[in-house]
């Protein structure tokens, strides 16, 4: 039950945001708003306050702010709707519900660096033979302080230094052992490993974990904190924008890399039993993805809609009204089909085997 409520709030925390981008900026704007609607179906709460009816709705999967005259079918050429506004004017309102997003997520993760995180400490919990660390005199017990001049916090520190020492042999490891501290020159050993987006690297290793006893909280100040969530925020966006370019080009399952609603809740309640910085981070990563995922141009998302008023810039006039009904339907076949093979793909992946064993 508890997971079912934080999977609800986190869906209304996104939706409500990006619809509040729309909303405000279509306000800034001069546009009059119609509706703004949490959810899709018959309304479950309904109250109107002067121009805007505000609504909750019985299927909590999405949202919507219904703008004045924002089709060719109700636009009577008013000041006030859309269609009357320039494509510039038009396309900032559009780009507001990502962007919206977009910042919703670096304030998240800010969050979480400042008030600070839990994560594995530097201390050596275990050394496997055959590799550098051991051979060096690395000890268990050890705790890492830089590696190669760069001061490490974490165990996460640690690892994302060693992996960029792609065809390096070795690397200077400064450990404190009692109250001395130790530097010694460690061999890597390289290794050919497969990335989340199944691309291979070679990435060297020292040969050593983690104590998994020493838990650690970390946090920074507020600038720093500042520096880290940007960088975070940047990070995630390649990732999810290379994932997607190689998902298009068939170069990654889709099957394995996209989830619906169905995986959204299951990580949720994943998160919420690790407590409440995992929520904030999975809000803060999902905020990205909601985002990336609206720009791309696809009819109905604010990617296409912004598509077409590039289009329409370049034509100088509207689209026609039998085009606009065609894209809309169009649209709505590709939303629906996506919708459907995700929670097919959701229910594959975590009933499967309940499933098979079922109907044999």
């Known amino acids: 039950m508890i997971s079912l409520v934080a999977f609800l709030i986190i869906f209304g925390i996104l939706i409500i945001v990006h619809e509040f981008g729309h909303f405000i900026v279509a306000k800034l704007q001069g546009v009059k708003v119609e509706r703004f609607s949490i959810g899709f179906g018959p309304p479950l709460l309904k109250k109107k306050k002067k121009d805007t009816e505000y609504t909750v709705n019985a299927v909590p999967l999405g949202g919507y702010v219904k703008l004045a005259g924002d089709n060719l079918e109700e636009f009577h050429k008013e000041s ?121 690297h070679s990435i060297g290793l020292l040969g050593i974990s983690p104590d998994f006893s020493q838990l650690i909280t970390l946090r920074y100040g507020f600038w720093k904190s500042f520096i880290l969530s940007a960088q975070k925020t940047w990070d995630i966006t390649v990732i999810t924008c290379k994932a997607i370019w190689r998902m298009i080009t068939g170069k990654l399952s889709l099957r394995e890399s996209v989830a619906g609603p169905l995986g959204i809740y299951y990580i949720t309640a994943k998160a919420v039993s690790l407590g409440i910085i995992s929520v904030l981070n999975l809000i803060g990563l999902l905020s990205v993805s909601l985002a990336i995922f609206n720009l791309l141009p696809l009819p109905l998302l604010d990617g296409g809609h912004l598509l077409l008023l590039i289009i329409e810039r370049i034509r100088g006039k509207y689209l026609s009204l039998k085009a606009e009904r065609i894209i809309t339907q169009v649209g709505f076949t590709i939303i629906i089909s996506l919708a459907v093979f995700v929670t097919y793909n959701d229910i594959l992946r975590l009933f499967g085997d309940k499933i098979s064993r079922f109907f044999k």
């Open 80 to 200: 006030y709707e859309y269609l009357a506004k320039t494509p510039l004017q038009r396309a900032t309102i559009i780009f507001s519900g990502p962007f919206l997003n977009y910042i919703s997520a670096f304030l998240f993760f800010w969050l979480i660096f400042f008030i600070g995180f839990p994560t594995l400490s530097t201390k050596v919990g275990a050394l496997i033979e055959g590799y550098g660390a051991k051979e060096a005199g690395i000890q268990v017990g050890d705790k890492i302080i830089s590696v190669d001049g760069n001061k490490v916090d974490s165990f996460e520190d640690v690892q994302k230094i060693i992996y960029s020492k792609e065809g390096v042999s070795s690397v200077r490891v400064v450990v404190l052992r009692g109250n001395k501290e130790e530097a010694v020159d460690v061999r890597l050993k390289q290794k050919q490993l497969e990335d989340q987006m199944g691309q291979k």
